[in-house]
C-alpha cells in the first residue's frame, strides 16, 4: 500500500502534474491551467483565444476553481458535487487568484474556493469530493433518441449556412458576418440546428458536445472540463419562448450546480439534455442531465440566471452569435 505522499505515483500524466508542459496541452487544459503562488492560492488568466463575453465566461471560473480544489485534496478522492454563486462579473484582462478553504477533511472532503480580482471575491465554489465506493447503481433516466452526433452540423458549418440563408433577416445574416467567430475549445453539434436567437421555441435543447483535443485518463481532468463546458448555452434556454426578432436578451448565471454520478470522458462525445420549467422575476431557473455514447447518465445540473431584455443600442451581454 502506497503512503499518501507517493499516491501521485497511481495517477497518469495530465494537467495536474507538474512535469507536462502547458504548450503541449489541449487549449482547454491551457485555459483551466493554474499557477501555484503559496498553499492553497492558485492564479489563473484569461487567454486571448479563450471563449469571452466581454467579462471572464463563467464555465471558465467554474472550471478553473474545481481545478484549484482538486489540486488541493488526496488524489484518491474525486468531487462528486459542486455549488457555485456569481457575485461579481470578471475581467479578462486581470489574472483571477484563486483562495482553497478546506471546510471539512474526513471520509469525504470539502472546500470553498474564492476567485479574487482587484480584491473583491467574484466567484464561490464550494466542491465535496469522496473515495470511489460500491453501492447501488440503478438508473431510472433515458436518455432521449437524438441523431447521432457524426449525423449533424459542426458550429462553423451552420454560420456558413445561416450567412447565405434568405430566409433569415437580412439584419442577423449581417451581424453574424460581422461578428468575430473564436473557434470554441469545445465542439458542439445542435440535435435541432434550426433553432436561432429570432424565433421562437420550446424551453428545452439538446446538443452533443465534447473538447478539442485528446485528454489524459485523468478523470479528475475530465470532471473539470465538462464543468467549463456546462455554461455554454445553458442559461439561455430560459430565453426560447420569448424570442422575436430584433430583440436582445441579456444572460447572466447567477448560480450553478452539478453532481457526477459516473466516470466521463470529455473528449468524446456527451448528450447535455436542458429543459427550463421556470422563468420569472427576471431569472430563469433551468435543469439539465448529461449522457455519454451508451446513454447512461453521467451528470444532473441545474442554473439560474438572470434574464434581461437589452436596449437595442446595446450589446447583450453572455449571448451566443448563434
Not at 7 to 21: F, T, V
Not at 23 to 37: N, Q, Y
Not at 300 to 310: D, G, N
Request: a neutral charge; charged letters at 20%.
Amino acid at each position: 500500500m502506497l503512503r499518501h505522499e507517493h499516491c501521485n505515483l497511481l495517477q497518469p500524466i495530465s494537467i495536474w502534474n507538474a512535469d507536462k508542459a502547458v504548450e503541449k496541452c489541449s487549449l482547454v487544459e491551457h485555459i483551466l491551467h493554474l499557477e501555484p503562488l503559496k498553499v492553497d492560492i492558485f492564479q489563473g488568466i484569461t487567454l486571448p483565444d479563450a471563449p469571452k463575453f466581454d467579462k471572464v465566461f463563467g464555465g471558465q471560473f467554474v472550471g478553473q476553481a474545481l481545478a484549484a480544489a482538486t489540486k488541493t485534496v488526496n488524489c484518491l478522492k474525486i468531487v462528486h458535487s459542486i455549488h457555485a454563486h456569481f457575485h461579481l462579473g470578471g475581467d479578462v484582462d486581470i489574472p483571477i487568484m484563486y483562495q482553497v478553504h478546506r471546510v471539512r477533511d474526513e471520509k469525504s472532503f470539502a472546500t470553498r474556493v474564492d476567485a479574487i480580482q482587484k480584491q473583491k471575491v467574484v466567484f464561490t465554489l464550494v466542491a465535496s469530493f469522496q473515495k470511489e465506493e460500491e453501492g447501488f447503481d440503478p438508473q431510472d433516466a433515458l436518455m432521449p433518441i437524438v441523431p447521432d452526433p457524426e449525423t449533424l452540423l459542426s458550429l462553423e458549418e451552420i454560420r456558413e449556412r445561416r450567412l447565405t440563408d434568405p430566409r433569415l433577416p437580412g439584419p442577423y445574416r449581417n451581424a453574424l458576418a460581422t461578428a468575430e467567430f473564436v473557434p470554441w475549445p469545445i465542439e458542439i453539434r445542435f440535435c435541432d440546428p434550426n433553432v436561432t436567437s429570432q424565433t421562437k421555441s420550446p424551453p428545452s435543447l439538446r446538443f452533443w458536445f465534447r473538447a478539442k483535443g485528446n485528454l489524459s485518463d485523468d478523470q479528475a481532468l475530465h470532471r473539470c472540463v465538462v464543468a467549463f463546458a456546462s455554461d455554454l448555452i445553458f442559461g439561455e434556454v430560459g430565453n426560447n419562448p420569448h424570442r422575436k426578432r430584433g430583440l436582445n436578451i441579456a444572460t447572466l448565471s447567477l448560480d450553478h450546480a452539478m453532481w457526477f454520478h459516473r466516470p466521463l470522458r470529455a473528449d468524446d462525445w456527451i448528450l447535455f439534455v436542458i429543459g427550463s420549467p421556470s422563468a420569472c422575476n427576471a431569472r430563469s431557473f433551468v435543469s439539465g442531465q448529461m449522457y455519454d455514447r451508451t446513454g447512461t447518465l453521467v451528470v444532473a445540473l441545474t442554473q439560474e440566471a438572470l434574464q434581461r431584455v437589452v436596449p437595442p443600442a446595446q450589446k447583450p451581454i453572455g449571448q451566443s452569435n448563434l
